[in-house]
């Protein structure tokens, strides 16, 4: 497939040259024109599982081009074999089973030695849970860290969070359905109960669901049963913010008592009950006109 561009006639694919290509995570719509244009020319799709790429190529008429599988077990021994064939001017593709390449997906190796090798790499924009959902979080989309999945275990998972607690940055995280819950738990201990999060959960699909609370009132809804959480989860965590140090609780309080009494005697009450600095909270206060 071929492209005019103000009477310029640009071809898809070139020799040499390895394309990294995005894939949609959930909506075959969100794949591109040009994706399927590389794809159907390429010499070679590298694929993380032929069966599921089969299907998705399917939908798409792709039918003739070979498929080779790169996964997590095979990226280091079948990387030189890859390398010869873009170094005897043929050209691959790059997929993952969904989303965009590299993004907790394989292909890092590869794409590290074609660069030393000087071998051209050309990355196509398209589909990213990550950036799917950060987009609909109202939350900072100017400065974020992409975080991926947190460690598996407990106290690996709370020393890689302890690390994380004062970053200002809106925090990204891939999790799965058997371990979102210990890891909200996780994050109510280190970042806080009070923490803003966003839960994007089958982004794209039928059941997508995006849903703003606290990090204490997800696990509240997830223990309850009272949202969905089985399938693909995204979850954005608003980053470290000095000037919201009080607690929900605490608002509360604040807010049953200025019924009372005057705003000066409120504020030292709340900030000796709650062992908050009564400086911080009367700038909150002020600040947010309470
Ligand atoms: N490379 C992919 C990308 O660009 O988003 C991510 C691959 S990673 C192995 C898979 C994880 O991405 C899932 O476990 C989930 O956390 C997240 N994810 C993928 N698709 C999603 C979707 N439709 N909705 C929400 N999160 C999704």
Redesign the pocket.
């Known amino acids: 497939m071929d492209f005019n561009i103000k009477n310029k006639k640009i071809s898809f694919v070139n020799s040499s040259i390895l394309y990294i290509v995005?894939t949609p995570?959930?909506n075959l719509n969100d794949i591109t024109y040009r994706a399927i244009g590389i794809l159907k020319k390429v010499d070679y799709i590298i694929v993380e599982n032929i069966h599921r790429a089969s299907l998705l190529l399917k939908n798409f008429s792709i039918n003739n081009v070979p498929l080779i599988t790169l996964n997590a077990y095979n990226e280091h021994k079948k990387t030189n074999a890859l390398l010869s064939i873009l170094k005897k001017g043929q050209s691959i593709a790059l997929i993952?089973?969904?989303?965009?390449?590299?993004?907790?997906?394989p292909g890092f190796y590869l794409i590290k030695c074609c660069k030393e090798l000087n071998i051209r790499i050309i990355p196509l924009p398209g589909?990213?849970?990550?950036?799917?959902?950060l987009t609909a979080s109202g939350m900072n989309c100017n400065s974020f860290c992409y975080e991926?999945?947190l460690p598996k275990t407990h106290k690996k998972r709370i020393n890689y969070l302890n690390m994380l607690e004062k970053e200002k940055r809106t925090l990204i995280?891939?999790?799965?359905t058997h371990r979102i819950l210990p890891s909200l738990k996780d994050m109510m201990m280190i970042l806080g109960k009070d923490r803003n999060i966003v839960f994007?959960?089958?982004?794209?699909?039928i059941w997508?669901t995006i849903y703003s609370t606290s990090i204490e009132e997800l696990v509240f809804l997830i223990e309850e049963n009272k949202i969905c959480y089985k399938?693909?989860?995204?979850l954005i965590v608003e980053g470290y913010n000095k000037s919201i140090p009080i607690s929900s609780e605490a608002l509360e309080t604040f807010n049953l008592l200025k019924i009372k009494l005057s705003k000066k005697n409120t504020i030292s009450l709340v900030s000796k009950i709650y062992n908050i600095n009564r400086n911080l909270l009367y700038r909150y206060i002020l600040k947010n006109n309470l």
């Open positions: 995005p995570i959930g993952s089973n969904a989303g965009t390449p590299v993004i907790n997906d589909a990213c849970a990550a950036i799917t959902a991926g999945f995280f891939y999790e799965s994007a959960r089958e982004l794209t699909k997508e399938g693909e989860i995204t």
